[in-house]
């Protein structure tokens, strides 16, 4: 273990990337006092880019590969990282990202979207590991933590956000397979000991290795479950007939995470919606190209090369399969964008609880509110949304005043199940026999499955298992909560899961906590029949579940995700701490860069803080640091009470008025407690000072607004003028530097 009491702290991107240049300062100003250093690494978009080309820059230009440090950082017990969101590129910002840099002087080679030799070919490779989510999965070397601090959930029960009312005649429901999804063909086994998988497709005309090479190790439960694009494009058409007038027909998927299958499943609506229109025009549509799993967007784009009388012929003929279907939810009514324009704008995980908030309501083609069924087709996840609809139909909205939480402890670590899936993840290109082998040719699992069927398989760590169920029973017994393990005997990989959980759970001591096993469903209506009557629980969950739950529960609890705690406690000891759920707020770039006002919250900022000066506090018996987490916390609450979050509009406090409400309550708070007299009179003399200049503070950060402001790059923006910006008040950065 690592004896240097350090907290890493990640530059990112977007907003984030900006509060950290005023934010940072007041982080050391701290934690100096505790004896802890706090060291960046650049894991932004920009500086992985860099990080991939070393050759192509000369000495001074070059950086380190900083997320691979990082990645060799989690496996040391005294790890302590905090983690801010990054961008996780598409193809056009990665573009926009290398242009900017070249502009800014770095040779770096284009994007070669067609390589032509081995050299390009390289270049690709490099470039494209940057791509994607590229930074979460290196971090992630542990079970995920999720749960609202008392401060955010006493702000919220004071300050309730607004939630739609519920009728029991919404007709707002889930549609979902019956049959051939993925809930019905999962199959699952065990690894007995360390092996190498194969899966091999075998068709009439011969065998086909689609994946080799895949090391597993003993305990691992290995999965296969496929879904069949028969049955898939049969329940579309089913549903599409069966939604009533007045009712949306609204798809509710993950295609940015589930990258691979969840485009396709995507993919197969448009083209059952708009039928006619792609059978008429299927010649043209292959030859411009057209690719439904990218959308119905993507034919209205690619038809702009037409003759336009063609053009307008297609058009009329897909604006037929609107007039002919049901009222397609929108994205933008105004624009005519529906749910079905383009696979990433409508995400299950914050689309349905958005709809919840709006009871069980989205947007029409008249710009109007109304219910929708909305279609998720596999069963495994699909049932908890259903739940939810019911509770809210027989009971009415959750009241945020009085409802209990949903903390969630979740599944994660090492690439756990359908999340790090993608690289085994195939649609199948022949009818056939698709096998998953050991290295000694023995056949694990097997399916029959046929052409367009998506087949994927999914694997869980014994190591990361064990790990997971501790903390589960870890969280039940600090908090005396209800501890639910969201698993269903009937799917094949959680009934694994409940063969594991009845071997490990005896190694702990559950004495008194009221532990069970539920199916999601019945979990779902568990958690809200507890929630209701004002009481907390625990739901220990897989990987997907973690992801949908941590925005469920807090959108209904909280108004947003954004404000929870985030942690992952590695599974070798260290911690490292994300900051909230939420992303990189790009539309909150674009609003500093115009007007000078930042409204990125950086509240997931202070919760990680907080969390990790605790852990480091623990892992190194240093009291200032747990003082430190303790004052921030007391100083975290008085923020929220006294309202000084970001504003939404300029000439009113932003991210950086924010950051000194912090810096004033913490330091009041350090300079309020007698358990360490040198900390208190070093924060008292701080307190004051702050205090004493709060009026000339807040007039130096207004006057620093509504202008332009220029930070001298978007991906990679220059360090002076970005801290010029970002501490614009003299008297709030001499205060803070004497400290
Ligand atoms: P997003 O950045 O979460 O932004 C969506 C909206 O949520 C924002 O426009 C903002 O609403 C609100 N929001 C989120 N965090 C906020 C905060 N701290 N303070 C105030 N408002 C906040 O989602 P996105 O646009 O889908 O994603 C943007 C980028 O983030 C993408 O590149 C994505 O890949 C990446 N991402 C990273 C992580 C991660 O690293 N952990 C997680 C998710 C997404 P208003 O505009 O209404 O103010």
Not at 56 to 69: F, K, M, Y
Not at 272 to 301: C, W
Not at 437 to 455: P, R
Not at 578 to 597: I, L, M, N, Y
């Amino acid at each position: 273990m690592s004896t240097e009491q350090k907290i890493i702290y990640t530059e990112t991107d977007e907003a984030p990337r900006l509060a950290t240049f005023s934010f940072l300062p007041i982080i050391k100003a701290f934690s100096d006092a505790a004896g802890v250093q706090v060291e960046t690494r650049d894991i932004s978009l920009a500086g992985r880019i860099l990080a991939s080309f070393p050759e192509w820059l000369s000495e001074d230009q070059r950086i380190a590969d900083h997320l691979a440090e990082l990645g060799e950082l989690t496996q040391d017990e005294a790890a302590n990282i905090i983690k801010l969101p990054n961008i996780s590129a598409s193809n056009p910002q990665m573009l926009a990202a290398i242009k900017e840099l070249q502009g800014q002087g770095y040779e770096l080679p284009e994007y070669p979207e067609e390589p032509q030799n081995d050299a390009e070919q390289d270049i690709k490779n490099r470039y494209d590991r940057v791509k994607g989510s590229a930074v979460n999965p290196v971090l992630r070397e542990g079970n995920s933590d999720r749960r609202s601090t008392k401060a955010v959930k006493d702000y919220a029960k004071k300050h309730p956000h607004s939630m739609g009312d519920w009728t029991v005649n919404s007709k707002s429901h889930v549609a979902h397979m019956n049959a051939g999804d993925f809930y019905a063909s999962e199959i699952s086994t065990t690894m007995d000991q360390d092996d190498q998988l194969s899966i091999v497709l075998r068709t009439q005309e011969g065998s086909e290795t689609l994946a080799t090479g895949i090391g597993v190790s003993a305990g691992e439960i290995v999965d296969a479950a496929f879904m069949s694009k028969a049955a898939l494009c049969a329940f579309y058409e089913e549903q599409i007939a069966k939604t009533e007038d007045g009712v949306l027909f609204s798809l509710h998927l993950k295609a940015t995470m589930m990258k691979v299958s969840d485009p396709i499943i995507f993919g197969h609506a448009v083209k059952t919606y708009y039928r006619e229109a792609f059978e008429k025009h299927a010649s043209v549509f292959a030859e411009l190209g057209v690719d439904a799993n990218n959308g119905v967007g993507d034919a209205y784009d690619k038809i702009q090369s037409l003759p336009e009388d063609q053009q307008a012929e297609i058009k009329a003929d897909l604006d037929e399969c609107l007039v002919k279907g049901p009222d397609l939810a929108m994205v933008n009514s105004d624009y005519g964008i529906t749910n079905l324009h383009v696979p990433s704008d409508i995400i299950v995980d914050a689309s349905m609880p958005a709809a919840i908030r709006e009871s069980g309501k989205m947007w029409g083609p008249d710009g109007g509110l109304h219910d929708m069924k909305a279609v998720i087709p596999d069963r495994c996840y699909a049932t908890v949304y259903q739940e939810v609809i019911n509770d809210c139909k027989a009971k009415g909205a959750l009241d945020p005043t009085t409802i209990g939480s949903t903390s969630n402890i979740g599944l994660m670590a090492q690439k756990a199940e359908e999340y790090g899936s993608h690289d085994t993840t195939f649609e199948i290109p022949q009818d056939g026999q698709i096998e998953v082998m050991s290295a000694s040719g023995e056949v694990l699992l097997v399916h029959s499955v046929q052409t367009g069927d998506i087949w994927r398989m999914c694997r869980v760590k014994d190591a990361a298992v064990q790990d997971w169920i501790k903390l589960g029973v870890e969280r039940g017994r600090l908090t005396g909560s209800a501890v639910i393990f969201w698993l269903d005997e009937n799917r094949a990989h959680d009934a694994q899961l409940i063969t594991k959980l009845h071997r490990y759970l005896p190694e702990h001591d559950t004495s008194g906590l009221d532990i069970s096993t539920l199916k999601p469903a019945d979990a779902t209506k568990r958690s809200l029949e507890l929630m209701r009557q004002g009481l907390d629980t625990i739901s220990v969950s897989g990987n997907v579940l973690r992801d949908y739950l941590t925005d469920l529960f807090p959108i209904l609890e909280l108004g947003t995700s954004a404000k929870m705690l985030s942690i992952v406690p590695l599974i070798n000891g260290g911690g490292l701490f994300e900051t909230g759920a939420g992303g990189s707020a790009p539309k909150h770039v674009q609003q500093f860069e115009a007007e000078g006002h930042l409204r990125w919250d950086s509240l997931g900022e202070f919760l990680a803080l907080g969390a990790s000066l605790e852990h480091l506090g623990r892992v190194f018996d240093n009291d200032a640091a747990k003082l430190l987490g303790e004052t921030l916390d007391e100083a975290i609450a008085e923020f929220l009470d006294s309202n000084r979050s970001p504003s939404r509009r300029v000439n009113e406090i932003d991210n950086r008025g924010s950051h000194f409400y912090l810096a004033k309550f913490w330091a009041e708070a350090v300079a309020r407690q007698d358990k360490d007299p040198s900390l208190k009179q070093r924060f008292a003399a701080l307190a004051e000072r702050l205090s004493a200049s709060e009026a000339q503070i807040n007039e130096e950060l207004l006057t620093a607004q509504g202008e332009p402001v220029d930070v001298g790059g978007y991906y990679a923006p220059n360090p002076e003028l970005a801290a010029m910006a970002m501490r614009p008040s003299k008297t709030l950065n001499d205060a803070i530097d004497s400290v």
